[in-house]
């Protein structure tokens, strides 16, 4: 008679391993995450997980450890239909002849869109359950993300020179506030003011975005201190670096989310330390673009939060946090010479609850814990190139790829599944992709 | 009548594209190598190949691209049994508490031979089809180069402490040259005599080794300034650094493979340069260990011949090369500043032609060339993740990884078919290093 006092949920996922990434770090052996719905309802052994619930979907993962879903914290999604465009280019000859005429020629809603729908399937092909985006017509980025179910932080984006998507600042937010409104009560939708840089935003533009992001309480996305020619530009035109500029604008504090950081003196680190702003660790595109590296090191000495980004396809050609976050655990050691820097459960945390944190959604999302959202990750570790296993968190950080990646739930939704995209043709966005492919190749 | 002239062949491949990394680095668009026994005989349109050949075995590879055997020029083949098994500690305490007592407990023929089956298992099918070893037991790692078909360059390790395998360096030589000897008539097995580093090798054994090398015409293999330790350590014995020390004993040569060179001076760099030493850049472990990362961009300035290597899975955790090379090219970027540095074509071929004109070899492998032996790679690049393809060379530097890895040729032989190992119960390699995983596991 005991099965009558089973309580009938969603889903239970029973795996090797879960990693929690919560404030404890627990790596649980032979446990189970309970799904009702979109939310996790508990997380117990699997010995006693059937005494308890029914279910209506199981999964038995043996070999597997469940994570969070990866945070992609810093995306560009649109411009996967640039990756391989142009590539190992100084950056000014790379933007002027290369990505910024072809923009200029073909970002459209169309382009938006399929481009968007490109990179969300890699994503989840990832193991990304979240992204945080910046680029021109973010309603087709969220029609993507809504078509997918991938949740999505999207910038309303902020320029002083006209695109095809809008021609001042005053066009650009009154676009982005009109989306920000259609989408309100899409849940897995949010959004941030996305001023696109120091060097391409006004004073009086953030002092604007300023005000409508203490009003409408919503966080602010931009690039920071990303290359040395940007903060030289600033100390010629403002006389102080972009750091010290956007403070006295206000911009800098905790709702901020400032993506790559890679040269900051001891004043900017301070301020950004200070104002407890989030920074977006982007180590392949600062490789790539050859804007450096960013010193994490003295980041997590002063207690920043740090999150991990992929940047666009133009500029890393893989959106992929698990390599990420394993490049951002070799750089650091590499950089200080000491490898006890950044231990393997930070590196983790940097993928997926510092991002959360970042995005103020860690109350949701980020970690497998009670009443939180079922954004989960299921990553096979069976195979030759993973064993032997004396450290599945190590296995995980070192040694898997996206390649492991076999299952993905966003919202207690299954995502993918035995490695395939569920509900989707993979097929056709291939094809998808060849069609541009064949487009841009003409220019 | 003409099918009566066509010429009966092994193999025909066909390939969207072929990458040959030869001298004219050509990126070929549907042609076809054609193998008869070991050797490439021909490279030709594939509308013209069945015109002129009849194979026994054909390959039609839509969006694959075909490029040389990845060449992975350091490895300790059988220390894939450490994988995992101590991260990111001080590398003191990484040594002393962990590697060595595990080595001095486990290290026999039996240790040797099973973590050699091992990661031979996981090269192949990363698309390394020779590596460069450094280990005890040299007779036990070829032995499982032999079963599996890998082209293999096996150190005599030297070394001037005892160990399970040998005493002292006459012990060691002694065994060494009894192993080559051995294996002296076996196709794909080359030696190097492999004093293990200066900081653990007498100068009177470095003489010998190098009366040894140039009487017997062979190369030598060797760590040389991976960390700043080993060089002021080296300073305060000797009074010079380990390049300096090694150049006075007659080391240094054009027959020298050096790993890693993390850390040199102007002076040091000249006499590598001048000398023609072979430098095998392992960016992964280099980084991972804390030792630093190594400036490739001076060496290549130098004209240096830079190869990759993997080093041990107890320091990168991944025998593959595809993300060495992906990590150099991003690399050499970060620390210049300059986003040209390492262009598409030199990364691959350090991954392929430099790692065979280290070892000597490349007379018969490294390249696509008619008459060189056929160790050859096919990567798919179909999947969503490398879509669009403006550029099939970017794709596969910056976008695959290991796990698009399809077929895989060695000497002619197909090794992996599929992504699966021919010949070869995946699964009887997996339990393999489960049974080390539980006896490591103890102590």
Redesign the interface.
């Known amino acids: 008679m005991k099965a009558l006092n089973k309580k009938n949920i969603s889903t239970i996922i029973s795996a090797s391993w879960i990693f929690t990434s919560d404030l404890e770090s627990q790596l649980l052996s032979d446990y189970s995450v309970v799904i009702d719905n979109d939310k996790i309802i508990d997380l117990l052994p699997q010995s006693k997980v059937f005494n308890e619930y029914e279910a209506h979907d199981t999964y038995q993962l043996t070999d597997h450890i469940l994570i969070p879903g990866l945070i992609n914290t810093h995306a560009h999604a649109a411009m996967s239909?640039f990756?391989?465009?142009?590539?190992?280019?100084?950056?000014h000859d790379?933007l002027n002849n290369h990505i910024w005429p072809a923009e200029k020629e073909f970002v459209s809603p169309s382009f938006v869109k399929d481009g968007s729908i490109?990179a969300l399937?890699?994503m989840i092909?990832?193991g990304i359950t979240t992204f945080n985006d910046m680029y021109f017509y973010p309603n087709e980025t969220a029609e993507a993300a809504k078509e997918l179910g991938v949740r999505g932080n999207i910038g309303l984006v902020v320029l002083n020179f006209p695109t095809n998507y809008a021609t001042d600042p005053e066009d650009y937010l009154l676009k982005g506030f009109g989306f920000r409104d259609k989408w309100r009560n899409e849940e897995l939708i949010t959004t941030s003011i996305a001023p696109h840089a120091p060097y391409s935003v006004s004073d009086e533009a953030f002092t604007m975005i300023n005000t409508y992001s203490e009003e409408l309480r919503i966080s602010i996305h931009t690039h920071l201190h990303e290359t040395?020619w940007e903060i030289e530009d600033s100390i010629g035109k403002y006389g102080m670096t972009p750091v010290q500029r956007l403070n006295n604008l206000g911009i800098i504090g905790p709702s901020l989310m400032a993506a790559h950081c890679v040269h900051c003196n001891d004043q900017d680190m301070a301020i950004l330390a200070k104002n407890k702003v989030s920074i977006i660790h982007n180590?392949?595109s600062?490789?790539?673009?050859?804007?450096?590296?960013a010193d994490v090191a003295r980041m997590l000495e002063q207690s920043l939060n740090v999150c991990l980004g992929t940047d666009s396809s133009a500029s890393?050609?893989?959106?992929?946090i698990l390599e990420e976050m394993r490049?951002a655990a070799?750089?650091i050691?590499?950089?200080?010479?000491?490898?006890?820097?950044?231990?393997?459960k930070e590196a983790i945390k940097m993928a997926t609850i510092n991002g959360a944190k970042a995005l103020g959604l860690d109350g949701i999302i980020g970690s497998i814990e009670k009443n939180k959202k079922a954004d989960l990750v299921a990553i096979d570790l069976?195979?030759?190139?993973n064993?032997?296993?004396?450290?599945?968190l190590?296995?995980l950080v070192?040694?898997s790829?996206?390649?492991d990646v076999n299952y993905v739930w966003i919202n207690g939704k299954l995502k993918l599944k035995d490695k395939k995209l569920v509900q989707i043709n993979?097929e056709e966005?291939?094809q998808l992709?060849?069609k541009?492919?064949i487009k841009?190749?003409k220019i």
């Open positions: 239909l990756k391989s465009f142009a590539d190992d280019l100084p950056l790379w490109l399937s890699e092909k990832s040395k180590p392949s600062n490789m790539k673009l050859g804007s450096g590296i890393n050609n893989r959106l992929d490049l070799l750089l050691k590499g950089s200080t010479n000491l490898p006890e820097s950044m231990p393997i069976s195979k030759i190139e064993q032997p296993i004396y450290d599945p190590s296995t070192y040694s790829s996206r390649s993979e966005i291939i992709a060849k541009w492919q841009l190749k």
